[in-house]
């Protein structure tokens, strides 16, 4: 069997996909350029000159309003959690808690001030951070950045912590550790505390409570922060509408009321929260739940001329930036693009006095904007000139008549009435160029490269192309694998030198993803000329793929040989079972609808219950049975994984491997149980034992993690579950091959002997010769393939149930059953066809699998949307925060792509499935008969062993399920990336096809990825094999 060139043949296509995905992907995801300017104090766009006499020492560009500053960031705080409605009888979990900021705002309406909090998408905590000091919205692009929530990576513009520290004043921060690395040495003190584990409430909040009244009793501060996370881990872990987000609220209002006795008077207090929460307690989208957070302002001395508006308003989380460096008397972070709240630079004074103050601010706030403009637009081609244009002509007119209108107010021209309706229509001016420009650029930060995208798009469908006429070509032959791989890899490989020869002379930056895309263009075409002389007679290429495909994909009606030899009533037994396995899979489709996750955009869908885990729910009994529940399904698996296995004789041998799958795997359901039990018991009603459970939280996924690799590790030294039974050496023994009848009791529970015609053969040739009176009989030789396939698809699936909420278990078995039946129906339809060809897959099986698959991903409970990803799974057997990144997204992509996992690697099943499964037809039908044609007869029951029969036709057989598979992937991948490109000017874009491309490219990967591993486990037991008929002919 040629096993190398077949897996180099799948790699190099996968690498071809790849190549396409990486080209459309760094023309679809860009970023926006980043500016390395930095404001600071001597900036020649402060005040005019007379105004700038006023400024109090210690001040820049405006005049200094507030010595001290305390930030305190409650995270996910939803503008709803803040807000007290004292007319509610009976408040939800979340409402009415904060009271103290009710009693703060009603008693001392000048003071104090509610508002909603707008955060732009994506709304995770380090993007909002980077929000909330730079003073831009991250550009929509990169809405990639949500995974990179694992690498915090310093932040490189000008921004507010910068500023702060840049002119001497002292930051102290205390809480979620991520500023860490945002802003490394930039705190005068710090207390960081691991923000990682979502399911730990307590740790930061607890930790900054221990720190704060005394730092702030110190005085040795200019601006502190507190970024608390207990609220937003509690909506992770058990949702909004829950006791324990009560308790957390509680204790975030006493930490209010305890921290307002503890500030001084000329201190500015702000309570913020980041973004907000879905009712399921996630966030990282843009619905509305998720971007309405809550901010509260508040300070002794009076912050506003007028009482609070009816309904609070809402303002951009980007205008906390300029409005806080102003007060605080620091210049604007060079790259901000908020504006200034200006309510609070209002003052004591009268309405005339208050409204210029609020001018001078807007002018400041203005002038920088359209400064970052300016320099923006001479390095980057994004923003549309006439916007920019329109924008400059209104900044330029409301410049004039600012300097023209405080002339005259020197000059006392103006009197009241007339005066303020002119200082009232200037402020207006200022506020719509400085909402205008916002606008634009959160609007032109969405920018591609046509040209690398529509590359892409080709070189995947060329390799769809390539796939699907691999396919058609393959044989086994040494002059396929020269002309239609060896060539085109050289090709491929002489365009990549060239390119690196290229690099050396012109010392030009070598772009990694082009070469790889020039190589793999060249690759195809290599493949496409050999292709081309070898065939040029052939019919136009898109005829002969649609005429072809069409003729493949469709069900083909009985019509063969077979169907006469099978006789009307079997015929129509057939049918029925048929028939039967249809309906029973079209009740695994409907059942697996009620683990879906909902969408955003389907306002009344309601996200199956079963998605939640068992910690959540409330009730006892029902938390209990749904334990038992599960954990009975996961017996259940194993009993019917062992019962298959021990029908075909694969449970005999005393191997390393069967004995693992013996003890083994009830071991691993007993650790997953266990870990399920602890994991879903109440936080407070352990008591003492909490420490025990911290221990077996972390220890049982390990056993679990240990227990798997072990079993894959054996599977891979020895994937033999075979027993032989080797009768030569007693005397006396008659030549008879074993068998579908056994002999004993024993045997008959548990053995369905297998006997390799070869060995037969041999043993003929002895008999003949008389020399020898003996046979083997190998029991579970002939499903040996698909039992270490089986082996393997069983521990791959409780590593991804143990990654799952405990009750998607559930989902994960009518997984294993659909594939089962869809294993049986392609088994069936086969045998009613005749099929002609029992070496090549048809179409209609690669591709209801690869469906099957589809479904799944949606099915346990994920949908190609960034809220939706289970974050959780990263923290199965990991109580503290992860060292390195590469862990968690291998958890959480493991996670994601389950069901892509399990339908790759069991591919080759869809081969191997027909030939394990002809052995019960064919022994009905022995008859009896004389010795001789007992040995024809047993020729029937070689099941697998009928592919060893030709090794050749095996590994073209693997190669071409391999391709097959592989272009119905590549044409899902295709249609996304079409939708991705032609859609990319779509309102929904980057919420519906940039993480449909997203998610269904890496589901390419990962796909393509399992399928190699699946087609190298059938060469390895293949190889295995080998080696045990030449020990056993040895013998
Ligand atoms: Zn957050
Ligand atoms: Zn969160």
């Known amino acids: 069997m040629q096993r190398w060139p077949v897996l180099l043949f799948l790699a190099w296509v996968c690498f071809l996909f790849f190549a396409g995905i990486g080209l459309f992907m760094s023309g679809f995801l860009l970023t926006r350029i980043e500016l390395a300017s930095s404001s600071s104090c001597s900036d020649p766009l402060v005040p005019p000159p007379w105004e700038r006499q006023s400024l109090p020492p210690g001040s820049c560009w405006a005049p200094q309003r507030f010595s001290k500053a305390v930030l305190v960031i409650i995270d996910a705080l939803r503008f709803e959690f803040a807000r007290f409605n004292p007319a509610k009888a009976s408040p939800l979990p979340y409402e009415n808690k904060l009271s103290f900021l009710h009693h703060l705002a009603t008693s001392q309406p000048r003071h104090a001030r509610l508002y909603r909090f707008r955060a732009d998408p994506p709304t995770a905590t380090m993007q909002r951070i980077?929000?909330?000091?730079?003073g831009h919205p991250p550009s929509l692009p990169t809405s990639i950045d949500v995974g990179s929530?694992?690498?915090?990576?310093?932040?490189?513009?000008?921004n507010l912590l910068a500023q702060l520290v840049q002119n001497g004043r002292r930051v102290v921060f205390m809480g979620d550790d991520t500023w860490e690395g945002l802003f490394p040495k930039k705190f005068f003190r710090s207390y960081f505390f691991p923000s990682f584990n979502v399911k730990d409430l307590h740790t930061v909040d607890d930790g900054i409570l221990q720190h704060?009244?005394?730092?702030v009793d110190s005085g040795e501060w200019d601006v502190l922060i507190a970024h608390f996370l207990g609220?937003?881990?509690c909506g992770h872990k058990h949702g909004p509408d829950h006791p324990e987000m009560a308790k957390k609220l509680t204790q975030m209002n006493e930490m209010l009321r305890s921290l307002v006795d503890h500030l001084g008077n000329d201190t500015l207090l702000l309570v913020a929260g980041d973004h907000g929460m879905t009712e399921t307690g996630d966030h990282g989208g843009d619905s509305e739940k998720e971007v309405n957070a809550a901010l509260f302002v508040y300070s002794k001395t009076p912050l506003f001329g007028t009482g609070p508006p009816e309904e609070p308003e809402a303002v951009p989380q980007v205008n906390l930036v300029p409005t806080v460096a102003l007060l605080l008397g620091v210049p604007i972070p060079y790259s901000n693009i908020g504006e200034v709240m200006a309510e609070l630079f209002s003052g004591d004074g009268d309405a005339v006095s208050a409204a210029l103050q609020q001018l001078s601010v807007y002018h400041i706030n203005a002038k920088q904007v359209d400064r970052f403009l300016h320099s923006y637009s001479l390095v980057a081609q994004d923003l549309p000139a006439e916007q920019l244009q329109r924008l400059q002509e209104l900044f330029s007119g409301a410049v004039e008549e600012h300097t023209q209108l405080l002339a005259q107010v020197q000059g006392a021209a103006l009197v009241p009435p007339e005066l303020e309706s002119r200082l009232g229509s200037l402020i207006s001016r200022f506020q719509q160029y400085l909402r205008e420009a916002r606008a634009v650029c959160t609007q032109s930060w969405a920018r591609f490269h046509p040209l690398r995208m529509v590359g892409g798009c080709i070189l995947i469908a060329a390799s769809c192309l390539l796939c699907y006429m691999a396919s058609e070509l393959a044989t086994a032959s040494d002059s396929f694998y020269r002309s239609c791989l060896l060539y085109p890899l050289l090709w491929g490989l002489l365009v990549a030198g060239l390119l690196g020869l290229a690099h050396v002379f012109t010392q030009e930056g070598l772009d990694l993803l082009l070469v790889s895309s020039w190589a793999a263009a060249a690759s195809q075409l290599g493949f496409f000329w050999h292709w081309w002389g070898q065939h040029p007679?052939?019919?136009?290429?898109?005829?002969?793929?649609?005429?072809?495909?069409?003729?493949?994909g469709r069900l083909t009606v009985p019509e063969g040989p077979k169907q006469q030899l099978l006789g009307f009533s079997s015929y129509r037994r057939e049918i029925w079972y048929l028939l039967c396995l249809v309906a029973m899979l079209l009740v695994c489709v409907r059942l697996s609808g009620f683990f879906h996750q909902c969408r955003e955009e389907i306002p009344q869908c309601r996200p199956s219950l079963f998605l939640s885990p068992l910690a959540s729910l409330r009730n006892a009994r029902a938390k209990n049975l749904f334990y038992l529940l599960c954990v009975a399904l996961l017996a259940g698996l194993v009993y019917a994984v062992r019962s298959w296995l021990r029908h075909y004789g694969n449970l005999n041998?005393?191997?390393?491997?069967?004995?693992?799958v013996r003890w083994g795997f009830p071991l691993v359901v007993l650790c997953i149980a266990c870990y399920w039990a602890v994991a879903s018991s109440a936080d407070d009603s352990l008591g003492k034992l909490q420490e025990l459970v911290q221990v077996?939280?972390?220890a049982f996924p390990w056993a679990v993690y240990g227990l798997a690799s072990m079993g894959l590790l054996l599977l891979l030294c020895n994937p033999m579950t075979v027993f032989a039974k080797d009768t030569r050496e007693s005397a006396g023994s008659i030549v008879t091959p074993y068998l579908g009848v056994p002999s004993s009791e024993v045997d008959f529970l548990h053995v369905i002997p297998q006997i390799y015609k070869r060995m037969q053969e041999s043993q003929k040739s002895r008999l003949e010769r008389g020399s020898c009176k003996a046979t083997v009989a190998a029991y579970g030789l002939g499903s040996v393939y698909s039992a270490a396939l089986i082996i393997a698809l069983t521990l791959l699936g409780f590593l991804l149930m143990l990654l799952h909420s405990e009750r998607l278990s559930l989902a994960f078995l009518l997984l294993f059953l659909e594939a089962f039946v869809l294993l049986h129906i392609h088994t069936r339809a086969r045998g009613l066809a005749g099929d002609a060809e029992p070496f090549s897959v048809p179409w209609y099986a690669v591709i209801s699998w690869l469906l099957a698959a589809s479904q799944f991903f949606y099915s346990t409970g994920h949908q190609p949307i960034f809220p939706a990803i289970h974050w959780n799974a990263a923290f199965v057997g990991f109580h503290l925060d992860h060292s390195t990144n590469l862990l968690p997204a291998v958890l959480v992509g493991a996670n994601t792509f389950a069901s892509h996992i399990l339908f790759a690697v069991g591919c080759p099943l869809l081969l191997l499935w027909p030939f394990v499964c002809e052995m019960p037809s064919s022994q009905k039908r022995k008859p009896k008969k004389e010795p001789r044609e007992e040995l024809q007869e047993v020729e029937e029951h070689m099941m697998e062993m009928r592919l060893r029969e030709s090794p050749e036709k095996f590994s073209t057989a693997l190669l071409q399920l391999g391709l097959k598979y592989l272009f119905v992937l590549g044409t899902q991948l295709l249609a996304c990336v079409c939708a991705a490109m032609i859609l990319r000017r779509h309102l929904m874009v980057w919420k519906v096809f940039a993480p449909k491309f997203l998610f269904e490219s890496l589901g390419f990967v990962v796909s393509s990825i399992c399928l190699l591993l699946g087609i190298s486990l059938v060469m390895r037991v293949d190889c295995a094999v080998s080696t045990w008929f030449s020990h056993l002919q040895l013998r």
Do not use: C
């Open 696 to 698: 077996a939280v972390v």
């Open 653 to 660: 041998s005393s191997d390393p491997l069967v004995l693992f």
């Open 231 to 233: 609220v937003d881990h």
């Open 537 to 552: 007679k052939r019919a136009p290429l898109v005829m002969l793929l649609v005429g072809k495909l069409h003729w493949d």
């Open 130 to 134: 980077k929000g909330l000091t730079t």
């Open 212 to 215: 704060l009244y005394p730092t």
């Open 149 to 158: 929530n694992f690498a915090t990576y310093a932040i490189q513009e000008d």
